[in-house]
Every structure is written in structure tokens, then in C-alpha cells.
T-cell receptor, first 113, second 114 residues
Framework: GQQVMQIPQYQHVQEGEDFTTYCNSS?????IQWYKQRPGGHPVFLIQ?????EVKKQKRLTFQFGEAKKNSSLHITATQTTDVGTYFC?????????????FGQGTILTVHP | NAGVMQNPRHLVRRRGQEARLRCSPM?????VYWYRQLPEEGLKFMVY????????ESGMPKERFSAEFPKEGPSILRIQQVVRGDSAAYFC????????????FGPGTRLLVL
């Protein structure tokens, strides 16, 4: 089945430092979505990327989708303590089960004040 | 517009008992997905349902687990004869359709099997 690898598993940063998490697939993806989950919370949708080479920004967050649609990244500039949580990428299965998402393992971000 | 609702939020069961988890999708959403999350792990797809239909149950264990989404009422994930390994957070998500629309997640049900 479809697999999505995400690295790193953990990232500790000082407040103000940048943070990047990467997502890779061996197969071409229909689209990729990013979610954030706070400790004890539920996944919250951040963004969806569909087009090859797409770049989207949300304030300090920058999302990229690779040209081959096999990898993606999330970059946070100047982290804040409110950025703490686990960031997941998720890929759509496509076909008749388009809505079925395969999640990466997640990157747990800790921000030290 | 109320979000996805799940209940109970926490459920404790002894080994061998049954667990019933309920999910009410967002208003206007007819697609429901169930995911399981073990501690410090990612979410694993279990089952995808539309009203009265199971579209994809490839992620659901063949035994003891079942899911339904009746014409009226919430979607239900049922786990029979629970074992300790079933302890996890179970999240339900809904979307208006299946064509790549955003999935909105509920708060989850934390199941603990003693």
C-alpha cells in the first residue's frame, strides 16, 4: 500500500529558530495535506497542495510540493511556543477511495522559550 | 456550524467487553472516516463510509471490528471483545465529498482497556 515517510521524528528548537519537516513518498501523490496536532488534541487541517512545484504560505509557515509530486515540506520561520505540537503530512489514496488519507509518522516539535 | 462530534471522549473497558464509539459528522458532510492513533504514532486509516455504505475498510482488522453509518444517526465504530492492544485514540473525520476535500477531525475517543 501507499507509504509516506516523514522526518525528523523529533525536533527541539529554541524560540526564534526555524523548523522544517519533510515528507517523502516512493509513488506520485495526487495531493498532500498537512495537519497539526497539539498535545492531547486532534489533527487540525493546515493546507492542501495539489500542483507540481506548488508553494503556499500562511504567515510564518511555508508549504512546498515537489516537482515530481513525491515529496513535500513544511517550514516554520522564527518558531514561537504556540507552534508546539506534532505536524503530520497526509497523502490521498486516489481513485475510488480518494478521501482515504495515509499519514506520515509525524514530527514532534518542541519549542524552548 | 458545529464541528465533528465524537462520544464518549474517554472510554474505559475491561478485556472482553465491547466498545462503541460514536461520530456525528459536520452538517452537510456525508463522508466519514475512522482513524486509530497509538501513543506517539501517526494516524492509521481504518474505514471510510458514506451513508449506509462502506466504501473502503482496508485498514480495519478483520475480526472484532465493525463500522456503520446508518441513514439516520451517527456513525458507529464497534469493537467486540476488546484486548489491551485496542487501547488507542480513535478519531473520526468527515468531509462533504471524497474528491480531495479537507477532512475535519473530531476530538477523538480515548479508549483504555484494562
Amino acid at each position: 500500500g501507499q507509504q509516506v515517510m516523514q522526518i525528523p521524528q523529533y525536533q527541539h528548537v529554541q524560540e526564534g529558530e526555524d523548523f522544517t519537516t519533510y515528507c517523502n513518498s516512493s509513488t506520485t501523490l495526487s495531493n498532500i495535506q498537512w495537519y497539526k496536532q497539539r498535545p492531547g488534541g486532534h489533527p487540525v487541517f493546515l493546507i492542501q497542495l495539489v500542483k507540481s512545484g506548488e508553494v503556499k504560505k500562511q504567515k510564518r509557515l511555508t508549504f512546498q510540493f515537489g516537482e515530481a509530486k513525491k515529496n513535500s515540506s513544511l517550514h516554520i520561520t522564527a518558531t514561537q511556543t504556540t507552534d508546539v505540537g506534532t505536524y503530520f503530512c497526509a497523502a490521498s489514496a486516489g481513485g475510488t477511495s480518494y478521501g482515504k488519507l495515509t499519514f506520515g509518522q509525524g514530527t514532534i516539535l518542541t519549542v524552548h522559550p | 456550524n458545529a464541528g465533528v462530534m465524537q462520544n464518549p471522549r474517554h472510554l474505559v473497558r475491561r478485556r472482553g467487553q465491547e466498545a462503541r464509539l460514536r461520530c456525528s459528522p459536520m452538517k452537510g458532510h456525508s463522508h466519514v472516516y475512522w482513524y486509530r492513533q497509538l501513543p506517539e504514532e501517526g494516524l492509521k486509516f481504518m474505514v471510510y463510509l458514506q451513508k449506509e455504505n462502506i466504501i473502503d475498510e482496508s485498514g480495519m482488522p478483520k475480526e472484532r471490528f465493525s463500522a456503520e453509518f446508518p441513514k439516520e444517526g451517527p456513525s458507529i465504530l464497534r469493537i467486540q471483545q476488546v484486548v489491551r492492544g485496542d487501547s488507542a485514540a480513535y478519531f473520526c473525520a468527515s468531509s462533504p465529498d471524497s474528491m480531495g476535500e479537507t477532512q475535519y477531525f473530531g476530538p477523538g475517543t480515548r479508549l483504555l482497556v484494562l
